[in-house]
């Protein structure tokens, strides 16, 4: 497999640059760069009692469709508990303090897609062990988005090809970071970070390697799902329900995801959250797609 190279230069926070552009992630290179790290200065802390993390969480699970996904108060309790054991070291908690004042729907986004992936995972991973521990912190999934310019980012037109490039930049730029502050290149969570835009069929980017991780797959469903259902500058008005999970029903037909996590996810859509092995899919298509979408579109430079 070859090595991936930096598309765009991969920089901290606060602007110091960790990569240039055109940097082969080679084994050294990512040795190299967890050896610069000061991470054992870092310090680590629960995300819930970071900033407004938790009251922010708690208003977010009442927008709907959410406010049905996390209808089951039993069940939300049980996914608190793996939200309160999640502790980060510090610049990957200051990343959502960034998104927050600079780019509100990241940071909203972020914060629902690390909620709904451990939902789903509850569900479809009863007996996992490590769910309460480090595997399912999706919440810095998006953290790359830092090294993309904000206009890019907060563009409502539709982006042109070389836009979309330095977006599709911040999965690589994700895991340089993360292994950076980990100082780990193996870890899970910069390793989220990289592939949760790879899928099944090998489709995704950044190396159109077929995403065999469950966890990262879970993820993965939950990022396309928040993304169509909740407005973005560019598509002020919004996939409805049923569009959303029609769109992402379509995908699974392709291969793109798998059956499991969108019957999963149809399933805590039901108020009576039935178990997501009776989920039978409806082929017929009822729901609403927003006019003048411009999802996924890109045009010309
Ligand atoms: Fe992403
Ligand atoms: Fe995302």
């Known amino acids: 497999m070859t090595n991936i190279i930096t598309e765009y230069p991969v920089k901290t926070v606060d602007g110091f640059e960790l990569l240039p552009e055109g940097t082969e992630l080679t084994v050294e290179t ?15 802390l629960p995300l819930m009692d ?43 908690l200051e990343s959502l ?3 927050k ?3 509100f729907q990241t940071y909203r986004h972020s914060l629902m897609v690390f909620l709904l992936s451990v939902l789903l995972a509850k569900i479809l ?47 690589v730029a994700g895991y340089v970071l993360l292994s950076y502050y980990f100082k780990d290149h193996e870890n899970f969570i910069a390793k989220i970070a990289r592939d949760h835009h790879e899928r099944k069929d090998k489709s995704g980017y950044p190396r159109g390697i077929e995403q065999s991780d469950k966890i990262i797959e879970i993820i993965a469903v939950a990022d396309i799902y928040d993304a169509l259902i909740m407005p973005r500058l560019y598509r002020p008005i919004v996939y409805d329900n049923r569009a959303a999970l029609e769109e992402i029903t ?21 108020m009576d959250k039935p178990s997501y092995h009776e989920i039978s899919i409806s082929k017929e298509r009822r729901g609403v797609k927003p006019k003048g979408n411009s999802w996924g579109k890109i045009c010309d430079d």
């Open 125 to 171: 991973l009863p007996d996992h062990k490590n769910l309460s521990t480090n595997t399912i912190i999706s919440v810095s999934h998006d953290i790359g988005k830092i090294c993309v310019p904000l206009e890019i980012l907060k563009k409502s037109t539709p982006l042109t090809k070389s836009e979309h490039k330095y977006i599709q930049h911040h999965a």
């Open 250 to 270: 379509q995908m699974a037909e392709r291969g793109t995801i798998g059956w499991d996590v969108l019957k999963a996810l149809i399933a805590q859509n039901r």
């Open 97 to 99: 303090a960034y998104f």
């Open 30 to 44: 990512l040795l190299e760069l967890s050896s610069r790290s000061p991470s054992e200065f870092y310090e680590i």
């Open 50 to 92: 970071y900033g407004n993390v938790r009251q922010d969480s708690l208003i977010f699970i009442k927008y709907p469709p959410y406010n049905i996904v996390f209808s089951d108060l039993e069940q939300n309790q049980d996914i608190l508990e793996v939200l309160e054991s999640a502790k980060l070291t510090l610049p990957v």
């Open 101 to 103: 004042q600079n780019d």
